[in-house]
């Protein structure tokens, strides 16, 4: 996704994935079969087992209909003791999983390399200039999370993924000329999947719908839609369709706004010269 990092697994979400696998492993239901009863991916309920996903309210009626009553009981008991962490975090864990089972993903970025997009050596760059600073093994824990999280972008070839980038971040070139020639590597070779668009809003821009900043947006296999925003230490998860809907004018605008494919592929050939 973006700059910030991966939150670390808390007990409560530890103890609220192991509740939810006793309840499923006594109902006799593999993680397969669960799944696709409460209308969300195998892949998803696993990693909310684990505790490296903030389960959504949805889960406990759901798992009601599966279940039982007394095991929804028990697991909206699970539920309620979640510690939910003030900002960054929670809404990051949050998103993830919504990201996870998208059908459509916007991302319109003004500050970073959007995080599905980012190179290794660029996530690096990232990370090592953290401040306050990290340790090697924090470094390589957030790298590998966040090239796992790349993963939706083969995993989900039926999901449409939409990228406006600002050449600004393009041309900062952070973490040196080398990091920015496997930026725009990277961007060229993902544009040559169907189901990924990258578009550049040039410098100069005169009339430009992003002023208000980053914006994410995501529509569910419900076919609603769910807005994300970030800034310094904090983020939101936007549900109010009147809000999502101003967000989505904003990016559809931004489309018309930004540079087409052809236009795109030319401006990123341009600033990586000569190979």
Not at 72 to 89: D, N
Not at 103 to 124: K, N
Not at 227 to 238: D, F, K, N, T, W
Not at 244 to 258: D, E, I, N, T
Request: hydrophobic content about 40%; overall charge negative; glycine content about 6%.
């Amino acid at each position: 996704m973006t700059t910030d990092s991966e939150p670390e697994t808390s007990e409560s979400l530890k103890t609220f994935g192991a509740v939810l696998k006793a309840l499923r492993d006594e109902a006799g239901l593999t993680q397969e079969q669960f799944a696709p009863r409460v209308r969300y991916s195998a892949t998803y309920v696993a990693k909310v087992e684990q505790g490296r996903r903030f389960p959504p309210r949805e889960l406990i009626p759901r798992s009601e209909e599966v279940l039982g009553a007394p095991a929804a009981r028990v697991l909206g008991a699970a539920y309620r003791t979640l510690t939910r962490k003030v900002g960054l975090a929670s809404w990051f864990l949050q998103w993830a999983g919504i990201e996870e089972d998208a059908v459509s993903l916007l991302a319109y970025e003004c500050r970073a390399i959007p995080g599905l997009l980012q190179p290794e050596p660029y996530i690096r760059a990232i990370f090592e200039q953290r401040l306050p600073p990290l340790s090697e093994e924090q470094i390589e824990t957030q790298v590998a999370a966040r090239l796992e999280r790349q993963r939706l972008l083969i995993e989900r070839p039926n999901t449409a993924f939409s990228f406006i980038i600002e050449q600004a971040v393009l041309e900062r070139h952070m973490g040196g000329e080398e990091v920015a020639r496997h930026v725009l590597d990277h961007l060229l070779e993902k544009m040559d999947r169907r189901n990924v668009e990258v578009q550049v809003m040039p410098l100069r821009q005169e009339i430009h719908a992003g002023i208000d900043g980053l914006m994410y947006l995501a529509e569910t296999p419900q076919h609603a839609w769910v807005g994300y925003s970030e800034g310094q230490q904090s983020s939101v998860l936007i549900t109010s369709p009147k809000d999502v809907s101003a967000m989505l004018q904003r990016y559809g605008k931004l489309r018309s706004q930004a540079l087409g494919h052809e236009a795109t592929v030319s401006l990123l050939k341009q600033m990586r010269g000569a190979p």
